[in-house]
């Protein structure tokens, strides 16, 4: 599985982003797929994962109640959508695949979230 997050940018504080993560393989609807992020000077952390039906969720406490996902395995795509931004979200953020939850094995290039006040 080859994958490729996308939609990063620049928006304010409150506003909202809509990132996606393609994927490559026809297996692709088999995976776990997690969002996790890295902002300089910190360690890389999760964000949030979704089961390979889309029917599960679940996100890290700090982005709790502003941030969904969802996928479209007929496009092998899954989406974090970011609301109400806070520039503690600014980050470098990645998609990656696993067959767990706790085993992400497959990992994408970032794309650069940038938060301004």
């Known amino acids: 599985v080859q994958l490729q997050a996308s939609g990063g940018g620049l928006v304010q504080a409150g506003g909202s982003l809509r990132l996606s993560c393609a994927a490559s393989?026809?297996?692709?609807?088999?995976?776990?797929v997690g969002w996790f992020r890295q902002a300089p000077r910190k360690e890389r952390e999760f964000v949030g994962g979704?089961?390979?039906?889309?029917?599960?969720?679940y996100f890290a406490d700090s982005v709790k109640d502003r941030f969904t996902i969802s996928r479209d395995n007929a496009k092998n795509t899954v989406y974090l959508q970011m609301n109400n931004l806070k520039l503690e979200d600014a980050a470098l953020y990645y998609c990656a695949a696993g067959i767990l939850p706790s085993e992400y094995t497959y990992w994408g290039q970032g794309t650069q979230v940038t938060v301004s006040s």
């Open positions: 393989g026809r297996t692709f609807s088999r995976y776990w």
């Open positions: 979704i089961d390979w039906g889309g029917g599960r969720t």
